[in-house]
């Protein structure tokens, strides 16, 4: 286990007695937290227990409704995320704030571009003010490449660097591991070691609990709001930790094993698949079977799915649909919508989801058809539609006439799924289903995922996250340079077996 300064002396930031509400809600009630120079505190809790806004008001974006924040012990001008920053408290949201057109330089600088005389931009400075924060976290990268072209742990990390830039004491990251493969989430593990034995304060929030045993000293655990326990990481075992996040005991759950279901119809047939980044693939999906895609991030799993839903253009190949005895071919991703697909993206914000549209919206959007009368909507028959699927998917709070952008990505996510649920998909993709999701809504999605398959529907799950998609599959297919170099039965898999495959190891071919 990684060993940081004890805690003695003055927090470098400290939140005494936080409350804050939101009309009615409460999303955080008399929150107490320290973190000390040096190092590395984890805040832990499921979807809604108000990590991401107790983060906000430590980061001077939210005013509290009531507490103080205080930096070397003296108050902290709240609601001024520039006062935060002058402070040194720089803050790393879940959902990265690159702009996709400018320049690795320019997105470091963002907010502090150095500039010349008449307000010219220093375009050297910019330069030397990124390289070294580069330099600071460890990563090369050419500077004047736009982020629209770099791989997603790319952005991730000139993120990291631009929050680094502006030489923080204390580092807030949250959820930074969501995209990553497991040797990129090695690496920025022992970075940030490294910036905390050069005494930085950092934050991290995750809801995969071996990296907090892996880097962190201290943790602050949330449940609805409230701080249910803080001390030292060692003093807790794994399934301890995971109890008190959620306020039971979820060792079944996340245990669980199955057998593999035995497949039924043919659904899904694609053969010879080309596109950008996928190059002559060909997959099958049967009806009540779990399909999963692994491979390490950029090798083209999600350009393959999309490709075959039609949700990309195919340059080649063909896909076909089978439900109810009648098979069709995709021609487009509308189509195979009509026909019985539904497709969870990677990409929830910018793919799935009308943020400034409310929860009950959302949800409707696809199942439109079932819930009219003569092409007339009927708003009870909607209310009550909306209301069972945001309860269905553990939604909290679950109020479908919020806005979907006023909630955490996990329960945003938690969205996405009840929409598609309402449409009684005979195939569903599910693209990284549970990424920033936490432990307890993770069971509850993979317990959807099982059912949906125990009910006959087709289920092509992507995942970066290798314990999901052992638990999940019936059979894994290992993506590499846009092929399939291996497939892997459920008795065999397992994860050195799939990185083995992804990183270009031997290929295996089962049933």
Same mark, same amino acid.
């Given at each position: 286990?990684?060993?940081?300064?004890?805690?003695?002396?003055?927090?470098?930031?400290?939140?005494?007695?936080?409350?804050?509400?939101?009309?009615?809600?409460?999303?955080?009630?008399?929150?107490?937290?320290?973190?000390?120079?040096?190092?590395?505190?984890?805040? &832990?809790?499921?979807?809604?227990?108000?990590?991401?806004?107790?983060?906000?008001?430590?980061?001077?974006?939210?005013?509290?409704?009531?507490?103080?924040?205080?930096?070397?012990?003296?108050? /902290?001008?709240?609601?001024?995320?520039?006062?935060?920053?002058?402070?040194?408290?720089?803050?790393?949201?879940?959902?990265?704030?690159? &702009?996709?057109?400018?320049?690795?330089?320019?997105?470091?600088?963002?907010?502090?571009?150095?500039?010349?005389?008449?307000?010219?931009?220093?375009?050297?400075?910019?330069?030397?003010?990124?390289?070294?924060?580069?330099?600071?976290?460890?990563?090369?990268?050419?500077?004047?490449?736009?982020?629209?072209?770099?791989?997603?742990?790319?952005?991730?990390?000139?993120?990291?660097?631009?929050?680094?830039?502006?030489?923080?004491?204390? /580092?807030?990251?949250?959820?930074?591991?969501?995209?990553?493969?497991? $040797?990129?989430?090695?690496?920025?593990?022992?970075?940030?070691?490294?910036?905390?034995? *050069?005494?930085?304060?950092?934050?991290?929030?995750?809801?995969?609990?071996?990296?907090?045993?892996?880097?962190?000293?201290?943790?602050?655990?949330?449940?609805?709001?409230?701080?249910?326990?803080?001390?030292?990481?060692?003093?807790?075992?794994? @399934?301890?930790?995971?109890?008190?996040?959620?306020?039971?005991?979820?060792?079944?759950?996340?245990?669980?094993?199955?057998?593999?279901?035995?497949?039924?119809?043919?659904?899904?047939?694609?053969?010879?698949?080309?596109?950008?980044?996928?190059?002559? &693939?060909?997959?099958?999906?049967?009806?009540?079977?779990?399909?999963?895609?692994?491979?390490?991030?950029?090798?083209?799993?999600?350009?393959?799915?999309?490709?075959?839903?039609? $949700?990309?253009?195919?340059?080649?190949?063909?896909?076909?649909?089978?439900?109810?005895?009648?098979?069709?071919?995709?021609?487009?991703?509308?189509?195979?919508?009509?026909?019985?697909?539904?497709?969870?993206?990677?990409?929830? *914000?910018?793919?799935?989801?009308?943020?400034?549209?409310?929860?009950?919206?959302?949800?409707?959007?696809?199942?439109?058809?079932?819930?009219?009368?003569?092409?007339?909507?009927?708003?009870?028959?909607?209310?009550?539609?909306?209301? @069972?699927?945001?309860?269905?998917?553990?939604?909290?709070?679950?109020?479908?006439?919020?806005?979907?952008?006023?909630?955490?990505?996990?329960?945003?996510?938690?969205?996405? /799924?009840?929409?598609?649920?309402?449409?009684?998909?005979?195939?569903?993709?599910?693209?990284?289903?549970?990424?920033?999701?936490?432990?307890?809504?993770?069971?509850?999605?993979?317990?959807?995922?099982?059912? /949906?398959?125990?009910?006959?529907?087709?289920?092509?799950?992507?995942?970066?996250?290798?314990?999901?998609?052992?638990?999940? $599959?019936?059979?894994?297919?290992?993506?590499?340079?846009?092929?399939?170099?291996?497939?892997?039965?459920?008795? &065999?898999?397992?994860?050195?077996?799939?990185?083995?495959?992804?990183?270009?190891?031997?290929?295996?071919?089962?049933?």
């Amino acid at each position: 286990m990684a060993t940081h300064s004890d805690v003695a002396g003055t927090p470098i930031i400290e939140g005494r007695g936080l409350v804050k509400r939101f009309g009615g809600a409460v999303a955080v009630d008399g929150v107490d937290i320290q973190v000390y120079p040096g190092g590395i505190h984890a805040v &832990v809790g499921e979807n809604g227990a108000g990590k991401s806004t107790l983060m906000r008001m430590l980061s001077g974006i939210l005013t509290p409704t009531q507490g103080t924040v205080l930096v070397d012990g003296s108050p /902290l001008e709240m609601g001024s995320a520039k006062a935060a920053l002058e402070a040194g408290i720089a803050l790393v949201h879940q959902e990265l704030s690159l &702009v996709p057109e400018m320049t690795v330089a320019e997105n470091i600088s963002l907010g502090f571009t150095p500039t010349r005389a008449a307000g010219v931009i220093d375009r050297a400075e910019q330069k030397q003010i990124a390289q070294a924060a580069l330099e600071e976290i460890g990563v090369r990268v050419d500077l004047d490449e736009p982020i629209a072209r770099l791989s997603v742990a790319l952005r991730q990390f000139v993120e990291i660097a631009r929050a680094v830039a502006r030489q923080p004491r204390v /580092l807030i990251l949250d959820e930074p591991t969501a995209t990553l493969t497991p $040797a990129e989430t090695d690496y920025l593990l022992q970075m940030l070691e490294r910036l905390a034995e *050069r005494g930085m304060a950092i934050i991290y929030i995750s809801h995969r609990i071996p990296e907090i045993f892996a880097i962190c000293k201290r943790v602050t655990i949330l449940r609805d709001g409230e701080r249910v326990h803080s001390g030292n990481v060692e003093d807790l075992t794994p @399934q301890e930790m995971v109890d008190l996040m959620v306020g039971r005991e979820l060792k079944s759950e996340m245990q669980a094993d199955r057998e593999a279901n035995e497949p039924g119809e043919l659904v899904l047939s694609a053969r010879g698949i080309t596109a950008p980044g996928v190059n002559g &693939v060909d997959l099958d999906v049967r009806a009540g079977q779990i399909v999963g895609i692994g491979g390490l991030v950029g090798a083209g799993r999600t350009e393959l799915v999309r490709a075959i839903i039609g $949700a990309d253009p195919r340059t080649g190949g063909t896909a076909t649909l089978t439900i109810d005895g009648q098979t069709t071919a995709i021609r487009s991703y509308r189509q195979a919508v009509e026909r019985g697909l539904a497709y969870v993206p990677e990409e929830r *914000r910018s793919d799935g989801l009308a943020l400034t549209m409310t929860v009950k919206d959302n949800i409707t959007l696809p199942n439109r058809r079932r819930l009219s009368n003569f092409s007339v909507l009927l708003p009870g028959k909607i209310k009550r539609f909306a209301q @069972q699927l945001a309860d269905a998917v553990g939604l909290r709070p679950p109020i479908i006439t919020a806005e979907v952008g006023s909630y955490s990505g996990g329960n945003q996510q938690k969205v996405v /799924l009840a929409k598609w649920l309402g449409h009684e998909p005979k195939f569903i993709v599910l693209d990284e289903p549970t990424r920033g999701v936490d432990v307890g809504a993770k069971a509850e999605i993979h317990r959807l995922v099982r059912s /949906l398959a125990d009910e006959g529907t087709a289920v092509l799950v992507v995942s970066s996250d290798l314990p999901e998609l052992l638990e999940l $599959a019936d059979v894994i297919h290992v993506v590499r340079d846009g092929k399939i170099v291996g497939t892997l039965p459920r008795d &065999v898999a397992d994860e050195s077996a799939v990185m083995a495959l992804a990183a270009g190891g031997t290929s295996m071919v089962g049933a």
